[in-house]
């Protein structure tokens, strides 16, 4: 087992359960205003789509996962049914289903929803993005039912078990992290290895299924989001980096030698005196380190950068992708002055997920300590960090940040109120905001 260390999951447990509810103000980044992000879709609860041919749900829903070219077909929605209940074969229990991930392929918004409770019937999902309802929209799983049920009955181990956040690449494809684990609190069992899987969206197959090496891996690992490194000419040549926010460190993935390496590096570590939160009316410490990383355009010597951040902290670091791709260069014991420290974002500006807009260099960040979307131009000097959009109400822990073309999406999922206190599911929980990049941070100094 990887996750023995019950007291350290605990300890997450128990610091996560502390962020929540109503409001604090605190404004200790500049607060410059913007025109911000819209409210695209929210919920109150997350339902699904549910196969509608309950006693025969097996055979039938392996249909229709191989045709198509672009990615847009409808036939599994055709076959499935919209009704409340859940069939008897499902364990459903809606106020343990946390919608934890967003990102945007084509028609599809990709929601995610890891399995940390008993009873979320599928955990990589999608709904479409030109739906015309816009509130308690169910999900669909992706690319089906079968794929995504627990516990998996199919025999074969491939059913996908709990997924975070997931990554899409300019060659059509989606990564994410199958973190293999059911983590019900006290009673954390990882059921399959942990597995970076790539699926093709074109054809809705796994095309990609690589275990995460042991040795690689913590008592306390856990990889809830994925950076691809890859250009539309350069498909075959991907790297994938995946932060490891308990275990301190960041696995590099290569596409093209399918296999992967640790890297371990100090800023890679919460900084202890930066994990201390106050969030409406609650103090806690938080100890997440490397939450999310960022990639720039390609530089003129061939590589990009990588800005990277602890959720514990409020430093920003980058280091050269030449570094991370080159196993021995990454690897190697002292990094000598590989990894640079660019700054200290100021009080307050802990950060969960983050993304860049590569064509301007503005970097978005969730800044969970004050439940807020961030912006950072990686030009201009940190100090020139600014407030998008924040709201003390709804945009209660953003829990992920997404560039898709020229727009960003963020999802807020108030899950401190989840873990420390009561959700009302009668009010609405979960949201997915966007905006042109452009228009999002119009009045700020982005
Ligand atoms: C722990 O979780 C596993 C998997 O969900 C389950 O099979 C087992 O019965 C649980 N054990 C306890 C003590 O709840
Ligand atoms: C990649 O490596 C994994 C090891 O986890 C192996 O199972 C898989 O078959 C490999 N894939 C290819 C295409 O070599
Ligand atoms: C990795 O870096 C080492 C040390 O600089 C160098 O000798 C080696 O050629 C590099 N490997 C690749 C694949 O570029
Ligand atoms: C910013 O917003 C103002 C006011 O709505 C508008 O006049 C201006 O054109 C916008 N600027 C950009 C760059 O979009």
Same mark, same amino acid.
């Given at each position: ?47 699904? &789509? +549910?196969? %509608?041919?309950?006693?025969?749900? #097996?055979? $039938?829903?392996?249909? !229709?996962?191989?045709?198509?070219? /672009? ?32 990102? &945007? +392929?084509? %028609?599809?918004?990709?929601?995610? #929803?890891? $399995?940390?409770?008993? !009873?979320?019937?599928?955990?990589? /999902? ?321």
């Amino acid at each position: 087992m990887y996750y023995s260390d019950e007291a350290g999951d605990e300890l997450k447990f128990d610091i996560e359960m502390r962020l929540f509810f109503l409001a604090i103000f605190s404004i200790a980044l500049p607060t410059v205003y913007s025109v911000g992000v819209n409210e695209d879709f929210t919920w109150t609860r997350i339902s699904y &789509v +549910w196969p %509608n041919d309950r006693g025969n749900r #097996v055979s $039938r829903q392996s249909k !229709g996962s191989t045709n198509g070219v /672009n990615g847009e077909r409808e036939n599994q929605v055709e076959n499935l049914d919209t009704s409340n209940s859940a069939p008897p074969s499902i364990d459903y229990q809606y106020v343990n289903n946390i919608p934890m991930g967003a990102n &945007v +392929w084509k %028609n599809k918004l990709f929601i995610t #929803v890891p $399995r940390r409770r008993l !009873g979320v019937p599928s955990t990589l /999902n999608y709904i479409r993005l030109d739906s015309s309802q816009k509130h308690n929209v169910p999900l669909i799983p992706y690319p089906n039912w079968n794929t995504n049920l627990y516990p998996d009955t199919s025999g074969r181990n491939e059913n996908f078990c709990s997924v975070y956040r997931v990554g899409i690449d300019p060659c059509d494809r989606l990564w994410f992290v199958d973190t293999g684990t059911i983590e019900i609190p006290g009673n954390r069992t990882q059921v399959i290895p942990t597995t970076l899987i790539i699926m093709n969206l074109q054809t809705d197959r796994v095309i990609q299924r690589y275990v995460i090496p042991q040795d690689q891996l913590r008592t306390t690992t856990t990889l809830a989001s994925v950076t691809i490194d890859v250009t539309k000419d350069t498909c075959d040549n991907a790297f994938a980096y995946l932060p490891d926010l308990g275990g301190y460190g960041l696995i590099v993935y290569s596409l093209k030698e399918n296999r992967s390496w640790r890297v371990t590096h100090n800023y890679f570590y919460l900084e202890s005196t930066s994990g201390e939160f106050q969030i409406a009316g609650h103090n806690f410490q938080w100890n997440d380190g490397v939450f999310s990383v960022e990639l720039t355009d390609t530089q003129p010597d061939g590589y990009r950068d990588m800005f990277f951040h602890s959720m514990a902290g409020t430093h920003m670091y980058k280091v050269s992708t030449r570094i991370l791709r080159n196993e021995t260069l990454a690897t190697r014991s002292y990094h000598e002055t590989d990894f640079k420290e660019v700054g200290d974002r100021g009080p307050r500006s802990q950060t969960s997920s983050a993304d860049l807009y590569k064509p301007t260099g503005t970097l978005f960040l969730g800044l969970v300590n004050q439940n807020a979307l961030g912006c950072w131009n990686i030009k201009q000097p940190l100090s020139t960090i600014s407030i998008v959009q924040k709201d003390d109400q709804k945009m209660i822990y953003p829990s992920d940040v997404k560039i898709v073309e020229d727009k960003v999406y963020l999802l807020t999922n108030t899950m401190p109120e989840f873990l420390y206190g009561r959700l009302n599911y009668d009010q609405v929980n979960f949201r997915v905001w966007s905006n042109r990049v452009d228009d999002a941070i119009n009045g700020t100094r982005c």
